[in-house]
């Protein structure tokens, strides 16, 4: 009887074991993907949804292209809606990759249980990680807590390796209902402000297989040095691939490591470092499963007790990039445009929104997981606990960064903050990451009367650090 393969996070051909299951069992195959209605909390945010739709155009063409075989569309809910498919096709079995979001992980959970008692087969497979959360044991059979151990026991397992797209399937033959993506809405329209995002990236998995390539050939060499360096971008930009499965960590590790044994010792070092970032990615999930509430809930309770400072105005400002505070404002202009900032800088104005205008870490997570192109909810919640000093192997809280000297570290020429904040393009270096310190004659050789054409700063660093300091204080008094 046919077989269904239900793509969720895994829209690609290469290396997706569920696809490749399905073309060897020679069954005829029907290619499924659910629009999901009852989202819950974690909606699909703007962003992630322009995203998705242009992924799934380009996964409908690869696999019409490839095997002849239509990708149905079909929206609702996914414990109704693929009974029904296994009905009108008299399919017996379902494959898919599996997930490790709580809300995806019970779904998954349920619809499993009740496709078995229909004797539907049910096969589910690994295509997001390379080690899966409870393979990564600490050696009292626990789990880990703190990345380096976690990582260590990663690499004592054996290397992970890709598979390629099966070469041919049997495309299931009878004709499928299926939506038509545009009548999803998943792109903006009025106002259309994807214009930055179309210019940036180009999503699939053709696209995500040229990004990893281009970061091989051009900026693996010096990503050790170069990853904090906003203004160089040499980081892979791989995330929103890897958020939608166009691309495996397996596929990336493969390429990488085969990039360091052919290119010597300052690619491998280069290469273990940026592996250990995926790393993080896998940290972060391993975390989350272990840790459902880690989207919603402090890490560490005692920070439940924060006094939290809610203020509606200077949210805005911070979302806007308009601080008055020009990496701040550069990396959330970035964001605004492109859907993406860079690390650095999202630690950056992460630690300005917690720890400078004390709003609650959740908020900036709410907007982040919106506007960025790779909203992923384990690396988002790790990444905002991190900064908060509320999450499992945090950045202690006391440690607040200095958005000028981070700018003035990490952005030396002040070339990221003119591309972001273009009215402060003709500043001297010195005053770039500090308008507010420059004399009158400089400003006007600039060009800038601040207040007008970019704002004063929301507040003052150092009164902004000692407040910060106070109530991380008091929550110390109350434990
Ligand atoms: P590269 O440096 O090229 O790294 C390669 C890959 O490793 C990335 O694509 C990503 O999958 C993974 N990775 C790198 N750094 C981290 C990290 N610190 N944590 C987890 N995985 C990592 N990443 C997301 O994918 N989605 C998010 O929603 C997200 N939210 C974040 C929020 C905050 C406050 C912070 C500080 C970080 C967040 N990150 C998130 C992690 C990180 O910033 C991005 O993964 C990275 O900037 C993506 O760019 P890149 O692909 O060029 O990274």
């Given at each position: 009887?046919?077989l269904?393969?239900?793509?969720?996070?895994?829209?690609?051909?290469?290396?997706?074991?569920?696809?490749a299951?399905?073309a060897?069992?020679?069954?005829?195959v029907?290619?499924?993907?659910i629009l999901?209605?009852?989202?819950g909390d974690?909606?699909?945010g703007?962003?992630?949804?322009w995203?998705?739709?242009?992924?799934?155009?380009?996964l409908?063409?690869?696999?019409?292209?490839?095997y002849g075989?239509?990708?149905v569309?079909?929206?609702?809910?996914?414990?109704t809606?693929l009974?029904?498919?296994?009905?009108?096709?008299?399919?017996?079995?379902?494959?898919?990759?599996?997930?490790?979001?709580?809300?995806?992980?019970?779904?998954?959970?349920?619809?499993?249980?009740?496709?078995?008692t229909?004797?539907?087969e049910?096969?589910?497979h690994n295509?997001?990680?390379?080690?899966?959360?409870?393979?990564?044991?600490?050696?009292?059979g626990?789990?880990f807590?703190?990345?380096?151990?976690?990582w260590?026991a990663?690499?004592a397992?054996?290397?992970?390796?890709?598979?390629?797209?099966?070469?041919?399937?049997t495309?299931?033959?009878?004709a499928?209902d299926?939506d038509?993506?545009?009548?999803?809405?998943?792109?903006?329209?009025?106002?259309?402000?994807?214009?930055?995002?179309?210019?940036?990236?180009?999503?699939?998995?053709?696209?995500?297989?040229?990004?990893?390539?281009?970061f091989?050939?051009k900026d693996?060499?010096r990503y050790a040095d170069g990853?904090?360096?906003?203004?160089?971008?040499?980081?892979?930009?791989?995330?929103?691939?890897?958020?939608?499965?166009?691309i495996?960590?397996?596929?990336?590790?493969?390429?990488?490591?085969?990039a360091?044994d052919?290119?010597?010792?300052?690619?491998?070092?280069?290469?273990?470092?940026?592996?250990?970032?995926?790393?993080?990615?896998?940290?972060?999930?391993?975390?989350?499963?272990?840790?459902?509430?880690?989207?919603?809930?402090?890490?560490r309770?005692?920070f439940?007790?924060?006094?939290?400072?809610?203020?509606?105005?200077?949210?805005?400002?911070?979302?806007?990039?308009?601080t008055?505070y020009?990496?701040v404002?550069?990396?959330m202009?970035?964001?605004?445009?492109?859907?993406?900032?860079?690390?650095?800088v999202?630690?950056?104005?992460?630690s300005?929104?917690?720890?400078?205008l004390l709003?609650?870490?959740?908020?900036g997570?709410?907007?982040?997981?919106?506007?960025?192109?790779?909203?992923?909810?384990?690396?988002?919640?790790?990444?905002?606990q991190?900064?908060?000093?509320?999450g499992?192997?945090?950045?202690?809280?006391?440690?607040?960064f200095?958005?000028?000297?981070?700018?003035?570290?990490?952005?030396?020429e002040?070339?990221?903050?003119r591309?972001?904040?273009?009215?402060?393009?003709?500043?001297p270096?010195k005053?770039?990451?500090?308008?507010?310190?420059?004399?009158?004659g400089?400003?006007?050789?600039?060009?800038?009367v601040?207040?007008?054409?970019?704002?004063?700063p929301v507040?003052?660093?150092d009164?902004a650090?000692?407040?910060?300091?106070a109530?991380?204080?008091?929550l110390r008094?109350?434990?």
């Amino acid at each position: 009887s046919p077989l269904i393969v239900w793509f969720r996070q895994d829209l690609r051909l290469n290396d997706n074991p569920a696809l490749a299951a399905a073309a060897a069992s020679g069954r005829p195959v029907i290619a499924l993907y659910i629009l999901e209605t009852a989202t819950g909390d974690w909606a699909l945010g703007s962003a992630a949804r322009w995203w998705l739709h242009h992924s799934l155009a380009k996964l409908t063409a690869a696999l019409r292209k490839q095997y002849g075989l239509q990708l149905v569309l079909r929206r609702g809910n996914p414990a109704t809606l693929l009974p029904a498919l296994l009905r009108e096709t008299d399919a017996g079995a379902v494959y898919w990759s599996r997930v490790y979001e709580p809300a995806g992980i019970s779904r998954d959970t349920t619809i499993k249980a009740a496709l078995q008692t229909s004797s539907i087969e049910v096969e589910t497979h690994n295509a997001a990680l390379l080690f899966e959360p409870w393979t990564v044991k600490t050696q009292a059979g626990g789990w880990f807590k703190v990345f380096t151990p976690f990582w260590r026991a990663c690499l004592a397992q054996p290397s992970p390796a890709p598979q390629r797209a099966p070469k041919t399937l049997t495309p299931y033959t009878g004709a499928l209902d299926s939506d038509a993506l545009d009548s999803w809405g998943l792109l903006p329209t009025r106002p259309d402000w994807a214009g930055g995002l179309r210019d940036s990236w180009t999503p699939g998995e053709a696209g995500a297989t040229e990004r990893l390539q281009a970061f091989i050939d051009k900026d693996l060499y010096r990503y050790a040095d170069g990853r904090d360096r906003p203004d160089l971008n040499c980081t892979s930009r791989l995330s929103p691939h890897l958020h939608f499965g166009e691309i495996s960590p397996r596929q990336v590790w493969h390429a990488v490591q085969m990039a360091a044994d052919q290119g010597g010792a300052g690619i491998a070092q280069n290469a273990a470092k940026f592996l250990s970032e995926i790393g993080w990615r896998e940290f972060c999930h391993h975390l989350l499963f272990h840790f459902p509430t880690l989207p919603q809930q402090n890490f560490r309770s005692d920070f439940d007790a924060f006094p939290w400072n809610p203020n509606a105005d200077h949210v805005k400002a911070w979302q806007a990039g308009s601080t008055g505070y020009p990496i701040v404002d550069a990396g959330m202009r970035q964001l605004w445009h492109t859907g993406w900032m860079h690390n650095r800088v999202r630690m950056i104005a992460a630690s300005f929104l917690i720890k400078h205008l004390l709003q609650d870490w959740r908020v900036g997570e709410a907007w982040f997981w919106d506007t960025l192109v790779d909203a992923n909810l384990a690396n988002n919640a790790g990444g905002w606990q991190w900064v908060a000093g509320s999450g499992a192997d945090a950045a202690p809280y006391f440690r607040i960064f200095n958005p000028i000297m981070q700018g003035e570290k990490f952005d030396p020429e002040g070339d990221y903050v003119r591309r972001w904040v273009p009215e402060l393009a003709q500043l001297p270096n010195k005053y770039i990451h500090k308008p507010w310190a420059a004399p009158d004659g400089v400003l006007k050789q600039a060009g800038l009367v601040l207040g007008r054409d970019y704002p004063l700063p929301v507040v003052d660093h150092d009164t902004a650090r000692k407040a910060a300091l106070a109530a991380f204080a008091a929550l110390r008094n109350d434990a």
